[in-house]
DNA sequence: TGGTAGACTTAGAACGACTCAG
DNA sequence: CTGAGTCGTTCTAAGTCTACCA
């Protein structure tokens, strides 16, 4: 490795490439071939083998869990107990109140004064400007917009603690408004049909019934598990009311007529009249209005996701045992409300009680419940532009530009112990050797009732393969079930080393066996404080991406210019970490029509040049160019394409007929006769014999006013469309699966960006979307010297 | 120690609004 | 003005990772 080479992030040390007009992807190597989409069940022979998984009996334990009610919903971290800033668990939520509040004394250590009295008190002196909590539905139209200016610039105040551990209180007052429910089921008594007659079902097994129709026509409708799943649950609900059929078999239900239905209902949706819309629009907002806005130690401050999930068919991503399961619809006895001690309680619904109201100043969740799908916690959260978020989220990326200083370090040590004896470290280096080149995730361990992925500590046998001297060749599902892919040369102790590891642990079996992610976070930990293995995707990331954006911008290039060297940067950082995206359904479609456009121009250009040689014939032999054929252009397409020139301009006649005829109607004059229209027609006919004869003859005429000098020009300018509209379809193609947005939202220090845009004077509008301008407020007072690595 | 609960970040799909060529 | 295509937002699934517990 040489010294000036050795601090970039190692993942690709790709030959510089001159900045081509059209980036290919820099995948190292292979990559070439589109991903076959969606992994589906692409693996190579998707048999697991029973000993991979560390694990057995949990899911019995789990749901027993999850049957017992109050008591056990998530008890806000039980290990504070000692100095009695959270809840316990013990039991009714009344009790939970008046315990919290006297017990609170960490809360009383910071800010004590207004915490301990009034709620009225707390809001009042807090926040002058702020309405005295959410509850004031009515007044707040006028307030809007100074509630824009209200943001809190927390990034401003020096006190930024280092506030790391997790257990640090977050707040000392909390006001919401709590969850908003979902509508209770309306029937609506469409009959889907069982074995060819209509069925009349009970609300409660329509509904499920209807869960499914609607995705008739998905990819999930289609799978089988996802149809046995549902048929399974939605038998167990229609067996509840005997007033429901019977219904057996799968294969006989008919959902089409509710699916279409649903078809009708949208239709009219789209048809409704624009008053219609908005009256519909303003009910909406008036129902959400109350949960818009939380208030965290006085400060108002927008909620993310207030709506409790509503009812429906689980929709697990890839080859996930549970899809199609019926996901059920929350009672508010379920759901756990974290709420400040001293604020009103929002009401649940009515004849409801909430399952407990806790006071957990260590949280910065706003509602929590347990899903029944997975028995995986469900949290409303604040909004990505929230102060909890936006800090938390500047201290990921300071941790990432902490790593840089470590970075050398750790390279150099885990370099080193590719040959450690001690084959827990060995594995642990090899595992980190290919976290930090290829932005590997983790890859924690998964459990049987999930899809069957994996990330680097997780790889298994048949995900790698061998190829010598050096190449390794991954194949696997990552996360949501999104293949990597990959082929890449590595340093030979990394090839040797997953030799052995592979031949040690033999297929099926997970290839670094002796290395977890707990294990390798630890170590992590060691090297530096916080540091654990996703810190090394979101430095690689940033680290790439300002590197590529250095290289690629011009500083004299319009600004068109300069964002398509910043979405190539994003690009390559998107590529780094495979991010993708379903192709769409009609991208084939569109680059046909782009390649129809191009084919288009070229058959312009073939006439310019033909008239030139008509011209000057002499040409000929000077200029071969002129006469060269394209091979795109067959002697079938310009059939074709001639034939629908021509029919276009028919189409044109007769309409301009027809408008002249109805201008005359109007005029109370009679109507041209339809002669006219005749003669009219015969234009196109000559068009027609005329573009005949030249495919023929090879001879075009063109214009008196034209000579050589122009319709070289001519040429020229449609040259240079090709050469764009070239441009535009590859730039398609490359992109049609690769995501930009989770590597912009979530990877690449907004720092750089706002840097960038300012140092090149480009607005930062064009960079981010309004959302990522509020969730990236953080970033945006630093000075155009800012640079991520010093 | 290893398994698990819990909380928080990261992810693509789905959906809805906006835009631009025809 | 319309519809296809794009862009941005919402939704919720699927990860990571730490503290806690047996």
Same mark, same amino acid.
């Given at each position: 490795?040489?010294?000036?080479?050795?601090?970039?992030?190692?993942?690709?040390?790709?030959?510089p490439?001159?900045? %081509?007009?059209?980036?290919?992807?820099?995948?190292?190597? +292979?990559?070439?071939?589109?991903?076959?989409?969606?992994?589906?069940?692409?693996?190579?022979?998707?048999?697991?083998?029973?000993?991979?998984?560390?694990?057995?009996?949990r899911?019995?334990?789990?749901?027993?869990?999850?049957?017992?009610?109050?008591?056990?919903?998530?008890l806000?971290?039980?290990?504070?107990?000692?100095?009695?800033?959270?809840?316990?668990?013990?039991?009714?939520?009344?009790?939970?109140?008046?315990?919290?509040?006297?017990?609170s004394?960490?809360?009383?250590?910071?800010?004590?004064?207004?915490s301990?009295?009034?709620?009225?008190?707390?809001?009042?002196?807090?926040?002058k400007?702020?309405?005295?909590?959410?509850?004031?539905?009515?007044?707040?139209?006028?307030?809007?917009?100074?509630?824009?200016?209200? #943001?809190?610039?927390?990034?401003?105040?020096?006190?930024?603690?280092?506030e790391?551990?997790?257990d640090?209180?977050?707040?000392?007052?909390?006001?919401?408004?709590?969850?908003?429910f979902?509508?209770? =089921?309306?029937?609506?008594?469409v009959?889907?049909?069982?074995?060819?007659?209509?069925?009349?079902?009970t609300?409660e097994?329509?509904?499920?019934?209807?869960?499914?129709?609607?995705?008739?026509?998905?990819?999930?409708?289609?799978?089988?598990?996802?149809?046995?799943?549902?048929?399974?649950?939605?038998?167990?609900?229609?067996?509840?009311?005997?007033?429901?059929?019977?219904i057996?078999?799968?294969?006989?239900?008919?959902?089409r007529?509710i699916?279409e $239905?649903?078809?009708?209902?949208?239709?009219?949706?789209?048809?409704? %009249?624009?008053?219609e819309?908005?009256?519909?629009?303003?009910?909406?907002?008036?129902?959400?209005?109350?949960?818009?806005?939380?208030y965290?130690?006085?400060?108002?401050?927008?909620?993310?996701?207030?709506?409790?999930?509503?009812?429906?068919?689980?929709?697990?991503?890839?080859?996930?045992?549970?899809?199609?399961?019926?996901?059920?619809?929350?009672?508010?006895?379920?759901?756990?409300?974290?709420?400040?001690?001293?604020?009103? #309680?929002?009401?649940?619904?009515?004849?409801?009680?909430?399952?407990?109201?806790?006071?957990?100043?260590?949280? +910065?969740?706003?509602?929590?419940w347990?899903?029944?799908?997975?028995?995986?916690?469900?949290?409303v959260?604040?909004?990505?532009?929230?102060?909890?978020?936006?800090?938390?989220?500047?201290?990921?990326?300071?941790?990432?530009r902490?790593?840089?200083?470590?970075?050398?370090?750790?390279?150099?040590?885990?370099?080193?112990?590719?040959?450690?004896k001690?084959?827990?470290?060995?594995?642990?280096?090899?595992?980190?050797?290919?976290?930090?080149?290829?932005a590997l995730?983790?890859?924690?361990?998964?459990g049987?009732?999930?899809?069957?992925?994996?990330?680097?500590?997780?790889?298994?046998?048949?995900?790698?393969?061998?190829?010598?001297?050096?190449?390794?060749?991954?194949?696997?599902?990552?996360?949501?079930?999104?293949?990597?892919e990959?082929?890449?040369?590595?340093?030979?102790? #990394?090839?040797?080393n997953?030799?052995?590891?592979?031949k040690?642990?033999?297929?099926?079996?997970?290839?670094?066996?002796?290395?977890t992610?707990?294990?390798?976070?630890?170590?992590?930990?060691s090297?530096?404080?916080?540091?654990?293995?996703?810190?090394?995707? +979101? =430095?690689?990331?940033?680290?790439?991406?300002?590197?590529?954006?250095?290289?690629l +911008?011009?500083?004299?290039?319009?600004?068109?210019?300069?964002?398509?060297?910043?979405?190539?940067?994003?690009?390559?950082?998107? #590529?780094?970490?495979?991010?993708?995206r379903?192709?769409?359904?009609?991208?084939?479609?569109?680059?046909?029509?782009?390649?129809?456009?191009?084919?288009?121009?070229?058959y312009?250009?073939?006439k310019l040049?033909?008239?030139?040689?008509?011209?000057?014939?002499?040409?000929?032999?000077?200029?071969?160019?002129?006469?060269?054929?394209?091979?795109?252009?067959?002697?079938?397409?310009?059939?074709? =394409?001639?034939?629908?020139?021509?029919e276009?301009?028919?189409?044109?006649?007769?309409?301009?007929?027809?408008?002249?005829?109805? $201008?005359?109607?109007?005029?109370?004059?009679?109507?041209?006769?339809?002669?006219?229209?005749k003669?009219?027609?015969?234009?196109?006919?000559?068009?027609?014999?005329?573009?005949?004869?030249?495919?023929?003859?090879?001879?075009?005429?063109?214009?008196?006013?034209?000579?050589?000098?122009?319709?070289?020009?001519?040429?020229?300018? %449609?040259?240079?469309?090709?050469?764009?509209?070239?441009?535009?379809?590859?730039?398609?193609?490359?992109n049609?699966?690769?995501?930009?947005?989770?590597?912009?939202?979530?990877?690449?220090?907004?720092?750089?960006?706002?840097?960038?845009?300012?140092?090149?004077?480009?607005?930062?509008?064009k960079?981010?979307?309004?959302?990522l301008i509020?969730?990236?407020?953080?970033?945006?007072?630093?000075?155009?010297?800012?640079?991520y690595?010093?």
């Open positions: 490795m040489s010294d000036s080479e050795d601090d970039k992030p190692l993942y690709k040390r790709v030959a490439k001159a900045p %081509t007009p059209i980036q290919t992807p820099v995948k190292i190597e +292979t990559h070439d071939q589109a991903f076959p989409q969606k992994p589906t069940n692409s693996s190579a022979d998707g048999s697991k083998v029973a000993n991979v998984k560390r694990s057995n009996d899911p019995v334990k789990r749901n027993v869990k999850q049957e017992a009610d109050q008591d056990n919903t998530p806000a971290k039980k290990r504070k107990q000692s100095n009695g800033t959270t809840v316990k668990k013990e039991s009714k939520p009344v009790k939970k109140e008046t315990l919290a509040d006297t017990t004394a960490a809360a009383s250590l910071k800010r004590s004064v207004s301990t009295t009034s709620q009225k008190a707390t809001t009042a002196k807090k926040a400007t702020a309405e005295p909590a959410v509850k004031e539905t009515k007044k707040s139209k006028k307030a809007k917009e100074e509630e824009e200016e209200e #943001v809190y610039r927390w990034w401003e105040e020096d006190s930024q603690k280092a790391d551990g997790d640090s209180i977050k707040w000392t007052t909390l006001e919401h408004n709590g969850v908003l979902p509508p209770e =089921y309306v029937p609506h008594g009959k889907m049909k069982y074995d060819g007659k209509p069925i009349t079902l609300p097994a329509e509904e499920v019934a209807s869960f499914f129709a609607a995705l008739l026509e998905t990819d999930h409708a289609k799978n089988p598990t996802f149809q046995k799943n549902f048929f399974r649950d939605w038998q167990e609900v229609l067996k509840q009311d005997p007033r429901n059929p019977e057996k078999e799968f294969d006989k239900c008919d959902f007529p699916w $239905k649903f078809e009708l209902d949208k239709e009219k949706k789209k048809q409704a %009249t624009k008053e819309k908005q009256k519909a629009k303003e009910e909406r907002m008036k129902t959400e209005e109350p949960f818009l806005y939380a965290v130690d006085g400060r108002k401050e927008k909620v993310g996701n207030f709506r409790i999930e509503p009812p429906s068919l689980f929709r697990g991503r890839g080859d996930h045992p549970k899809t199609g399961t019926l996901k059920k619809r929350v009672t508010p006895e379920q759901v756990t409300i974290n709420i400040g001690h001293t604020a009103k #309680v929002p009401e649940p619904p009515a004849g409801h009680k909430w399952a407990l109201v806790a006071h957990d100043q260590t949280a +910065t969740w706003l509602a929590t347990k899903e029944n799908v997975n028995g995986s916690f469900k949290y959260f604040l909004a990505a532009s929230s102060a909890w978020k936006g800090q938390s989220d500047m201290q990921k990326f300071e941790k990432a902490e790593l840089k200083k470590y970075v050398k370090k750790i390279r150099e040590n885990y370099t080193a112990e590719l040959r450690d001690l084959s827990e470290t060995r594995q642990r280096a090899t595992a980190m050797y290919l976290i930090d080149r290829f995730r983790a890859g924690n361990e998964k049987d009732d999930e899809a069957d992925t994996v990330g680097c500590c997780s790889l298994r046998y048949e995900h790698v393969d061998l190829i010598p001297p050096n190449t390794l060749k991954f194949d696997f599902l990552g996360k949501d079930s999104i293949r990597y990959n082929s890449v040369d590595v340093d030979i102790q #990394v090839f040797k997953i030799k052995i590891f592979k040690q642990v033999g297929p099926g079996h997970m290839i670094f066996d002796r290395l992610t707990v294990g390798l976070n630890k170590y992590l930990n090297c530096m404080k916080g540091l654990s293995a996703k810190v090394f995707r +979101t =430095y690689n990331a940033s680290h790439t991406f300002q590197q590529q954006l250095d290289k +911008t011009v500083p004299t290039d319009p600004i068109s210019d300069k964002m398509l060297s910043y979405n190539r940067a994003n690009r390559e950082v998107a #590529v780094l970490c495979n991010h993708q379903t192709v769409s359904k009609s991208h084939a479609q569109q680059i046909e029509k782009i390649k129809d456009k191009i084919r288009a121009l070229k312009q250009n073939m040049k033909r008239q030139i040689l008509t011209l000057e014939p002499a040409l000929k032999k000077k200029k071969p160019e002129l006469s060269a054929e394209d091979p795109d252009l067959t002697e079938e397409w310009m059939i074709e =394409y001639e034939a629908n020139l021509v276009k301009e028919r189409e044109k006649i007769k309409q301009k007929f027809e408008k002249q005829n109805e $201008k005359l109607k109007a005029d109370g004059e009679k109507p041209l006769p339809e002669s006219e229209l003669e009219r027609l015969k234009a196109a006919n000559e068009m027609e014999a005329r573009l005949k004869k030249e495919r023929k003859t090879g001879k075009v005429a063109c214009k008196p006013t034209m000579n050589v000098e122009k319709l070289k020009a001519a040429i020229e300018k %449609t040259d240079a469309k090709i050469k764009m509209t070239i441009v535009q379809e590859t730039d398609k193609e490359e049609k699966e690769i995501a930009l947005s989770t590597s912009k939202m979530n990877y690449i220090d907004p720092r750089i960006s706002v840097a960038w845009c300012k140092k090149y004077n480009v607005p930062l509008e960079v981010f979307s309004k959302t509020e969730k990236f407020r953080w970033a945006q007072n630093i000075d155009d010297s800012w640079i690595n010093e």
